[in-house]
């Protein structure tokens, strides 16, 4: 929805890369739907930064139209929120050229993301993964965001938006709002289940390591009975613990409950007991979530109604910050 002077703008955005990962949900996904109550909420799809990392074009359509399909079933309500795909919404990409040249290169060379992505796609480090920085400050700046949700590993993203509009505002005025980036206290940070020590990611070479909000029950419950552990075959959370620290973690996410009640519930029993628990509340979790995703996508018309819509409100509200944009630095329109 179009934001109002009443609540605050929050503005997040998940790249549709692959399918979401429970790790997706739990970190920022699940915090998105129970944001819409208190603040006007924008999201997107960001298309545009997926393409950074080669794609295979039908497989990418898919991705798209599964992780909006997907995120809607999670809860996010088109009546309170404004959901739209980043690449339909023209302003983004030429907001991030402007902010490109008000961007040093120095700063984003400094980015760890960069980095880590080159390190990774070593055979492709385009520009677009150099500056797709700017991209991002443009996402949030387009619609004057009050608040951004994010990971720790995107704080210094949040870092970078908030100096490129401060540098544009001390030289033409006050056009942009300077966001403020936040962690969100619901938000768990869930690791590989295979390699703790590691984020969970879509892009886990082990299987194994990522569960999938569309995976079967099947599927997640082998995964978390093959979830590494360790020889002390105690539940608690303790420095080196890594995979049973994670294990709790995601346990006490979906059911709501403290570490020490987690320790409390399985004193005594074995790593089996304690992983077929955890494995058994992600089901549950993500069970209604899978039953609305499979209605969702056999829909076609009702989610190109839905982001069409949103698209249409997305460039109406992000052209005004543009068009102020582009006045200031002396654009003729």
């Known amino acids: 929805m179009e934001q109002t002077e009443k609540k605050q703008v929050v503005f997040s955005a998940i790249q549709p890369s692959g399918t979401i990962t429970l790790g997706n949900y739990l970190g920022a996904i699940r915090n998105w739907v129970k944001m819409?109550?208190?603040?006007?909420?924008?999201?997107?799809?960001?298309?545009?930064?997926?393409?950074?990392?080669?794609q295979n074009p039908a497989q990418m359509r898919k991705?798209?139209?599964?992780?909006?399909?997907?995120?809607?079933?999670?809860?996010?309500?088109?009546?309170?929120s404004l959901f739209f795909i980043q690449s339909h919404v023209h302003t983004?990409?030429?907001?991030?050229?402007?902010?490109?040249?008000y961007t040093q290169f120095g700063e984003l060379s400094r980015m760890t993301q960069f980095k880590d992505k080159s390190k990774k796609h070593a055979d492709n480090i385009n520009a677009g993964l150099f500056t797709y920085p700017s991209l991002m400050a443009g996402d949030i700046l387009l619609y004057q965001?009050?608040?951004?949700?994010?990971?720790?590993?995107?704080?210094?993203?949040?870092?970078l938006t908030c100096d490129i509009a401060k540098r544009f505002n001390g030289l033409y005025g006050e056009?942009?709002?300077?966001?403020?980036?936040?962690?969100?206290?619901?938000?768990?940070?869930?690791?590989?289940?295979?390699?703790?020590?590691?984020?969970?990611?879509?892009?886990?070479?082990?299987?194994?390591?990522c569960v999938h909000l569309l995976?079967?029950?099947?599927?997640?419950?082998?995964?978390?009975?093959?979830?590494?552990?360790?020889?002390?075959?105690?539940?608690?959370?303790?420095?080196?613990?890594d995979g049973v620290n994670n294990l709790m973690t995601i346990y006490g996410a979906v059911t709501g409950k403290s570490f020490e009640e987690i320790e409390n519930e399985f004193a005594g029993k074995g790593y089996g007991d304690f992983k077929t628990a955890v494995g058994e509340a992600v089901v549950e979790?993500?069970?209604?979530?899978?039953?609305?995703?499979?209605?969702?996508?056999?829909?076609?018309?009702?989610?190109?109604?839905?982001y069409h819509k949103a698209d249409e409100i997305a460039l109406k509200i992000s052209s005004r910050t543009l068009g102020k944009v582009m006045k200031k630095v002396g654009f003729v329109r």
């Not at 966001?179 to 690791?191: D, H, L, S, T």
């Not at 079967?216 to 959370?237: G, L, Q, W």
């Open 36 to 54: 819409q109550e208190e603040y006007s909420c924008i999201y997107a799809l960001a298309d545009l930064h997926t393409i950074t990392v080669r």
């Open 215 to 241: 995976d079967s029950p099947e599927v997640i419950m082998k995964k978390f009975k093959r979830a590494v552990t360790d020889s002390d075959a105690c539940v608690r959370y303790a420095e080196g613990k």
């Open 63 to 80: 991705n798209i139209i599964d992780a909006y399909a997907s995120i809607l079933a999670c809860g996010i309500d088109v009546e309170k």
């Open 285 to 306: 979790e993500l069970r209604p979530i899978r039953e609305r995703y499979e209605r969702l996508v056999k829909d076609k018309a009702y989610l190109e109604d839905c």
């Open 175 to 209: 056009v942009f709002k300077i966001p403020e980036g936040f962690i969100p206290k619901n938000g768990a940070r869930v690791m590989s289940l295979q390699n703790p020590l590691n984020k969970m990611s879509k892009s886990d070479e082990n299987v194994n390591g």
């Open 145 to 159: 965001a009050d608040k951004v949700p994010v990971g720790a590993d995107q704080k210094q993203h949040i870092e």
């Open 92 to 101: 983004h990409a030429e907001l991030a050229w402007i902010l490109n040249c």
